[in-house]
Antibody, heavy 115, light 111 residues
Framework: QVTLKESGPGILQPSQTLSLTCTFS??????????VGWIRQPSGKGLEWLAN???????YYNPSLKNRLTISKDTSNNQAFLKITNVDTADTATYYC???????WGQGVMVTVSS | DIVMTQAPLSVSVTPGESASISCRSS???????????VYWYLQKPGKSPQLLIY???NLASGVPDRFSGSGSETDFTLKISRVEAEDVGIYYC????????FGSGTKLEIK
């Protein structure tokens, strides 16, 4: 059974760095072809893809946010991570991780950026 | 970057009737391996998105066969036959040929 669960700080202040963790089970990011993506959704809006990381450590970023994003993984502990630097109120959203191609998603974690 | 354009923005359907949602990509999603990397997702109210269709026309596990996907290299359709109340939500197309991008979503409501 595949499961994913996101965790994050809940609330943070503008200019801080947002650190998110995706803890998953039922598959391994060391297996050929496996990947995990991060997607976010501001309240009442659509889905915005942020970044993907693959079994071979290939990484891809949304070009509109690329300079602020860092994706990484810990294969031994079945975790993927996303860091977003210099956050502002526009980064307030629910953040999801999903196994690519999106056949399994986490429940999402709400992140609020506020002073 | 590949842009995914969905239509309509919303659709209202009588239970038992059919509904179709269109998606157009700014670039061919047909890979040289013969696979078309378009996907359809449904986000029910208050829930995480779920995969309905993968690689243009393949039904994801556990998805009723009332859902079907079709298309060409750049134009794609999700068809829902015999719409039920549980089908309400926002439908998104997505592409995985290059990175990942989503359409803006189509809201399905029941009349």
């Amino acid at each position: 059974q595949v499961t994913l669960k996101e965790s994050g700080p809940g609330i943070l202040q503008p200019s801080q760095t947002l650190s998110l963790t995706c803890t998953f089970s039922g598959f391994s990011l060391s297996t050929y072809g496996m990947g995990v993506g991060w997607i976010r959704q501001p309240s009442g809006k659509g889905l915005e893809w942020l970044a993907n990381i693959w079994w071979d450590d290939d990484k891809y970023y949304n070009p509109s946010l690329k300079n602020r994003l860092t994706i990484s993984k810990d294969t031994s502990n079945n975790q993927a991570f996303l860091k977003i630097t210099n956050v502002d109120t526009a980064d307030t959203a629910t953040y999801y991780c999903a196994r690519i191609p999106g056949d399994h998603w986490g429940q999402g974690v709400m992140v609020t950026v506020s002073s | 970057d590949i842009v995914m354009t969905q239509a309509p923005l919303s659709v209202s359907v009588t239970p038992g009737e059919s509904a179709s949602i269109s998606c157009r990509s700014s670039k061919s999603l047909l890979h040289s391996n013969g696979i078309t990397y378009v996907y359809w997702y449904l986000q029910k109210p208050g829930k995480s998105p779920q995969l309905l269709i993968y690689r243009m026309s393949n039904l994801a596990s556990g998805v009723p066969d009332r859902f079907s996907g079709s298309g060409s290299e750049t134009d794609f359709t999700l068809k829902i036959s015999r719409v039920e109340a549980e089908d309400v939500g926002i439908y998104y197309c997505g592409q995985l040929l290059e990175k990942l991008t989503f359409g803006s979503g189509t809201k399905l409501e029941i009349k």
